[in-house]
């Protein structure tokens, strides 16, 4: 399935369903105001993505044991939230996400969702890894739940480990991307001037 698809939920009426998604977070570690309270305009991607919204945000995160004199092997305790939302026409079946760590990220949990191929927790993912949902498999429209992001979106809540990138850096995957065939998404950008969510 090749065709692209329009985009069924206009912009203005998203933003309000992220803004009511309670445990969407995007600023918990530096504290500043996301574009959602005054979205100029919508985020770059979201109405060429063929319906499907990715994000992947950067949440806190702790030096953690053993501490070391070498910046760059310091291990830090991370947490960060993906979100997946299919604001498109069509349900999305067995949906997978790809997300591109880089920083010898270990993972510790991913609730909402399973590592695709991934042993038990922990589980190395520095190369990047597909995560699948769990519960949640697929995403249903809002034209067929009325807008239920219960039923639409997922959320990933991602904890593990991740070295060397110390504050004011942030360690954020190389890319973000949907995995499922017959949709054709643009790159993913870090969103505006905040390093620590990117979008595709
Ligand atoms: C610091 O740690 C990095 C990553 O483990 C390692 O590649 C590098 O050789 C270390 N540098 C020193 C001076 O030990
Ligand atoms: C990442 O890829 C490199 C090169 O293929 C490999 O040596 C390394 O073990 C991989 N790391 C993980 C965590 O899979």
Redesign the pocket.
Known sequence: MKARLRLGVPWHLVTLMLLSLPSINFNVCHGQTDDYESPAAPPPGLDECNGIFLTYSFTSREKEYPKVK????QAWAFKSLATITNTGEHELKGWQMFVGFQHKEVLVSASGAIVVDGDDFPVAVGNGTIFAGNPQVDLKTAIETAGDFTQIAAQIEIAGSV??IKPPGVPMPKNIKLVNDGYKCPKSTLRGNNPHVLMV
């Not at 070498?70 to 092997?73: D, L, M, P, T, V």
Request: glycine share 16%; hydrophobic share 50%; no cysteine.
């Open positions: 070498n910046a760059s092997a070295f060397g």
